[in-house]
């Protein structure tokens, strides 16, 4: 059944399917009420939980998905395509430590059957990073299996018509790219989590984002590296609650920038 919700007069759908390192389940609401309306597409190049874009029912006509992690990519796209199938799979997926450690070394040889894994192993996991099994003293620690699939199940709903991509953010811009569309900009951040397949480029980044002739949203962390380097830019300080990272924190909030080509409200 759909679940809707609303914030100052903004409805939007539901959670995203995982959690995510840098997710913007915090700022979603501060983000949303950011981004210009009547736009043509709504493009996430660095994709992540796709918090933002679970937030609304629909942001444009054209809605793109991009994330460079097919592990990502591989569970939105069985989310949408196969979610009967993966639905099944996930059933026998129990709140097993024996299991996890199982799928952890064995992740499926099916794309379904990787999705589902992947999903369980995120779910399972402690703070979410995928590589321990999360245990906890709380009573009712173990979360609800069902209430996962039926996640999984309005998630697909919401995925109907967004097209899903694995690219470099670059090839992105260069596909997407128009005066009509917009693009929300959540890469890894300077002093966070970065790829696995090595560090991002920031001065490039920056060059490609001055090519850039649709409107972007971008939330990096506030250092004094990124006040200079994107100081051409409209650049708004906010901070949040912490969460798992705790670098950059002051009084357990950490320091964040909202940046924007265009004029802030």
């Not at 024996?98 to 999705?115: E, S, V, W």
């Not at 699939?149 to 998630?155: E, K, R, S, T």
């Not at 409209?234 to 705790?246: A, L, Q, V």
Request: glycine share 6%; aromatic share 12%; with cysteine.
């Amino acid at each position: 059944m759909e679940q809707i919700f609303s914030h100052n007069n903004m409805e939007f759908l539901m959670d995203s399917l995982i959690a995510w390192v840098g997710g913007k389940k915090q700022l979603r609401a501060v983000i949303a009420e950011m981004i210009p309306e009547n736009i043509n597409g709504y493009i996430e190049p660095f994709g992540g939980a796709g918090w933002v874009l679970f937030f609304k029912d629909r942001w444009a006509k054209l809605e793109v998905y991009n994330d460079i992690d097919a592990r990502l990519t591989n569970l939105f796209l069985v989310a949408k395509y196969h979610k009967e199938e993966l639905h099944k799979e996930l059933q026998l997926m129990l709140d097993s430590r024996f299991l996890f450690d199982k799928i952890i070394t064995q992740p499926g040889l099916t794309d379904i059957q990787r999705a589902a894994r992947f999903f369980i192993i995120i779910k399972r996991s402690f703070g979410a990073k995928g590589e321990h099994f999360g245990t906890s003293k709380k009573d009712k620690s173990t979360k609800s299996l069902k209430r996962m699939i039926d996640q999984v199940m309005m998630v697909a709903d919401r995925l109907d018509q967004v097209k899903i991509e694995t690219k470099d953010y670059k090839e992105i811009f260069e596909i997407y790219d128009s005066k009509e569309n917009f693009f929300f900009l959540d890469p890894p951040y300077r002093h966070g989590v970065q790829y696995k397949s090595g560090r991002m480029n920031y001065e490039i980044f920056l060059k490609e984002l001055k090519k850039l002739k649709g409107r972007f949203l971008l939330t990096i962390d506030d250092c004094s590296e990124n006040l200079k380097l994107f100081k051409e830019f409209n650049i708004k300080k906010i901070d949040r609650c912490n969460g798992i990272n705790r670098k950059n924190i002051v009084n357990n909030r950490f320091k964040e920038l909202i940046i924007t080509n265009y004029e802030q409200i």
